[in-house]
């Protein structure tokens, strides 16, 4: 199956967003990376996540901006690949049609017409899969937009807002040490981690160690059942139920690194 289709939903309807994302949990190959109704935030999910796709509604009544001003924006954002941009909405202007393609969409699709529905997005965008995902691999093999410091922040950024949604606080003695230890797997360290944290932090070896197992261990007991289930998807131990420190930065440091 290959790893899943990145999304980022851009949508200011309550109903449509529900819809899309339920689809999208019940999909196995595809997952969000997030949803808002602001052309702002909207850019900062792209520079943090890089989605290898979005879906944008083009009049956001109910946010800030619109889908026009939004294209603008991401053409005006040195991105290191590309991203495809699935325009969907309800106005059926031609020439509002022709300046989003001009600006960046890859595809539009009218809500009014009749076969129109979340599914159908969703299947449309999971069919173009393997195309997107090889596109965006040719390009990371020949960009070189990106900076080794850009892309360190984007990871980082990435780190913390993955650690926040199962409830690993800013507080957390740990925590420091987690996005340390994770970005250092990226970067292709596979040994000696918590020996690099120790030298780095002038702490020992087993009170680093404990001080991030001891982080992971409170969020397994303090943030809602249903977060953790969404956002930690590897098997964890029964026995144990909590994941191991091993486990938990590859984890995570498999998924940054592949979406």
């Not at 230890?181 to 596979?190: F, R």
Request: hydrophobic share 40%; aromatic share 6%.
């Amino acid at each position: 199956m290959g790893r899943p289709l990145s999304i980022l939903l851009i949508e200011d309807e309550p109903q449509e967003c529900q819809e899309m994302i339920q689809c999208i949990e019940s999909t196995n190959d595809v997952h969000l990376v997030g949803v808002t109704n602001n052309v702002i935030q909207a850019l900062e999910y792209v520079t943090d996540f890089l989605p290898d796709a979005i879906i944008l509604d083009l009049e956001l009544h109910k946010g800030y901006g619109n889908g026009l001003e939004f294209l603008n924006l991401l053409q005006k954002t040195n991105l290191s690949v590309p991203i495809y941009v699935l325009v969907t909405t309800h106005n059926i202007s031609y020439v509002t049609h022709e300046g989003a393609r001009k600006m960046g969409a890859d595809f539009i699709m009218v809500k009014s017409q009749e076969d129109y529905s979340a599914k159908s997005v969703i299947d449309f965008l999971s069919s173009l899969k393997s195309i997107i995902h090889g596109n965006r691999k040719v390009a990371a093999q020949s960009d070189t937009a990106e900076s080794p410091q850009q892309k360190q922040q984007r990871i980082v950024k990435r780190i913390i807002t993955d650690l926040d949604r199962i409830g690993i606080p800013p507080n957390a003695m740990g925590r420091g040490y987690l996005i340390d230890g994770i970005t250092l797997i990226i970067n292709g360290q596979n040994e000696k981690i918590c020996a690099a944290l120790s030298a780095k932090y002038a702490k020992t070896e087993a009170s680093v160690e404990r001080a991030m197992q001891n982080a992971i261990e409170k969020a397994w007991r303090t943030a809602p059942i249903d977060d953790l289930e969404k956002y930690y998807t590897a098997r964890i131990n029964s026995v144990k139920g909590v994941p191991t420190l091993t486990e938990f930065m590859y984890y995570y440091a498999e998924k940054i690194t592949n979406g």
